[in-house]
């Protein structure tokens, strides 16, 4: 799962357990209670697989169930979903309930001989693998604070011993961001620690979490629910965890990279296999077969669920035909030599036959959305026509795993006509249609007015169609934002379909936005990670700058500035005009307007941050030249991207 490098905001779910309502939270209306009904009635058998798979091998948790920070502040709950117990109430549906049933499960658990699993401390989990001298982990978790806490439950529970390596399956932040809680710079730098990562690693991280972090943060909290409770009215976890940490997002770059299928390392006398699967559930991913355990870790492109082919938060659509064709790879090279299949999520799958059937489903679940996706594209359907018409198959239906607790068919569906065909559907109407509010407007005027609307509204919820009344309800709100009941009755059209949804992070996009009508956007601070910038090549920081420039805000036509990072014996020269900001590494200007000299750091504070140049200079930065055209280009930037409205224009 890629996480935004802004992930600071992502933590806004409550960490107390809690049954109780979501602040001005309704009951489920009949409508709802009927579907419901109806769709308990259309699932499989619980059976007893998942039941004994997610607590096999438990060894020990921790006894305080509440992780803190440094200043004693709370980043995480093992005890928040406690209350997951029993039938399903009338506000959550009967899958997505049993689903967190067996997902809360938290602790360290043995999965194999010398491999262990530290589970429900984050989002992801961390494998544990006992080498000739230490611990080799892999995928760190997502911050400092619950890292270092799942380690020093290893170390109480089976002696302690040193991290000898870290490996990153792929570049998304649940899957590296606590490494500083496992791991130092020093020991890495010392070669006491090995840090293993697929190839383009930090290029992917650095991409996604830096360029597109502003928006993928704001909508990256209504994908993991940020604002509300967990509990029967609330957040039910996010479909392939619990929740995403709070705490401090950290990252140490690679030592050691992997390029393709079938590569091998020996880590502290561990054998280990690869394979490649990059272009799948992430740009840079990778999977690892531990070879004396017989054990294959899928990262993230297998779990207790369907995933996203495009995440609601935002990113690069995702190849289904190449995920569909690794986990095939899988099934062929991996699962034949593999007693147990584990992920970096969810829980394991102990056995051969049960193995290479679990991994052979997920296959076939992303194989038939995209084939059956491409022939009714082919035949013209349009990406919401698609959305109606692939249905998961009965017979993969009868796999638990296959379910849309994550991503769903309808969203994953359009996401595979995005790929490749793009946003435009080829109707004429929308190549160059009104934005949202001002056709929302002309439709409200078309249909008669406010009024008219809202009485329209109200006979769809009655009727249970409650896609209709958030249809035109959002339209009204658009068009008329002060309007206090239309945007009273969205929150509760949302609401219902929230409490309808089998998938998580839709049930979490839908009461987010109930919230937010209901009580208003939250302004939190931007949380940038500091570590992670660092981490970051200059170059992937100039680009990133460069995107906040706005050039009517730009007082000068042109001016130039070297850059000198003392601390890295690097050079960039950065240009600005009355259009872009072009930066550029390794190169010097030859009369330049000004010339800045100092550590790197400074250079982020300048251009992140926004510090004053007075206070760098009182710090040490040298400036030379010009300091009016810097201040010109410094002006010109935006600041670092905050909160935005979604439901409300």
Not at 166 to 195: E, L, Q
Request: charged content about 20%.
């Amino acid at each position: 799962m890629r996480i935004a490098m802004l992930c600071g905001l992502l933590a806004g779910v409550s960490l107390a357990a809690s049954a109780t309502a979501q602040e001005g939270a309704k009951p489920a209306s009949p409508a709802t209670i009927e579907t419901l009904r109806a769709a308990a009635a259309e699932l499989p058998p619980d059976g007893t697989r998942d039941a004994d798979f997610a607590t096999r091998g438990f060894l020990a948790t921790r006894a305080d169930p509440v992780i803190r920070n440094a200043k004693g502040d709370p980043v995480w709950d093992l005890d928040a979903y406690a209350f997951v117990e029993g039938d399903a109430p009338p506000t959550v549906h009967p899958s997505l309930w049993r689903h967190m049933r067996y997902l809360k499960q938290h602790g360290l658990f043995e999965v194999a001989d010398g491999v262990w699993q530290v589970r429900g401390f984050d989002l992801s989990n961390m494998t544990v693998v006992r080498g000739n001298t230490g611990w080799i982990l892999i995928d760190p978790l997502t911050t400092q604070e619950v890292a270092a806490a799942a380690l020093e439950l290893v170390n109480e529970t089976l002696g302690e011993r040193p991290v000898s390596a870290v490996i990153y399956s792929h570049s998304h932040a649940d899957h590296f961001g606590g490494v500083r809680g496992v791991a130092s710079a020093a020991d890495v730098a010392a070669g006491k620690i090995a840090i293993i990562a697929p190839e383009h690693f930090m290029e992917e991280a650095a991409s996604e979490n830096v360029m597109a972090g502003g928006a993928m943060q704001r909508r990256a909290n209504f994908q993991f629910g940020m604002g509300l409770m967990p509990g029967n009215n609330g957040q039910m976890g996010s479909g392939i965890g619990s929740a995403v940490s709070r705490g401090t997002i950290t990252l140490l770059a690679p030592s050691d990279t992997i390029t393709r299928t079938g590569e091998t390392r020996t880590v502290d006398g561990v054998d280990l296999e690869f394979q490649i699967v990059s272009g799948s559930e992430a740009p840079s991913e990778l999977n690892v077969y531990v070879a004396p355990a017989r054990t294959f870790l899928t990262a993230e492109i297998a779990t207790c669920t369907l995933h996203n082919i495009l995440t609601p938060r935002g990113a690069k659509v995702r190849d289904a035909r190449a995920w569909a064709q690794f986990l095939d790879e899988a099934v062929q090279r991996f699962a034949p030599k593999s007693d147990v299949v584990i992920s970096s999520h969810c829980w394991p799958h102990f056995g051969n036959k049960e193995g290479t059937s679990w991994l052979s489903a997920q296959r076939d679940n992303y194989r038939f959305l995209h084939d059956q996706t491409v022939r009714l594209m082919n035949q013209g359907a349009t990406m919401t026509e698609i959305a109606e018409a692939v249905a998961q198959p009965p017979q993969l239906a009868q796999e638990w795993s296959t379910h849309g607790y994550y991503g769903t068919y309808s969203h994953n569906s359009k996401a595979i006509y995005q790929y490749y065909l793009g946003w435009y559907d080829a109707v004429p109407a929308n190549l160059h249609a009104h934005p949202p509010i001002a056709r929302a407007q002309r439709m409200i005027d078309a249909m008669g007015g406010a009024d008219r609307v809202i009485a329209l509204a109200r006979n769809a919820m009655a009727s249970g169609d409650y896609r209709w009344s958030s249809d035109l309800l959002q339209q009204l709100v658009f068009s008329a934002p002060d309007n206090a009941e239309a945007a009273s009755l969205l929150a509760d059209s949302y609401e219902q379909q929230g409490y309808q949804s089998e998938s998580a992070i839709w049930r979490n996009q839908f009461l987010v936005a109930a919230n937010e009508l209901r009580n208003g956007r939250p302004n939190a601070p931007s949380a940038q990670s500091p570590d992670l910038i660092a981490a970051v090549p200059t170059s992937l920081l100039l680009d990133s700058a460069a995107t906040r420039f706005d050039p009517a805000r730009f007082s000068r036509n042109h001016a130039t500035l070297q850059v000198n990072l003392l601390d890295r014996d690097e050079t960039a020269v950065i240009e600005a005009n009355g259009n872009v900001m072009i930066g550029r590494v390794g190169d010097a200007a030859s009369a330049p307007d000004v010339t800045i000299s100092g550590p790197r750091q400074f250079m982020l504070g300048l251009l992140f941050l926004k510090l004053p140049l007075a206070q760098l200079q009182a710090a040490g930065l040298k400036v030379e030249g010009d300091e009016a055209a810097l201040q010109a280009m410094l002006d010109a930037l935006d600041p670092l991207p905050g909160s935005f409205d979604i439901v409300k224009p």
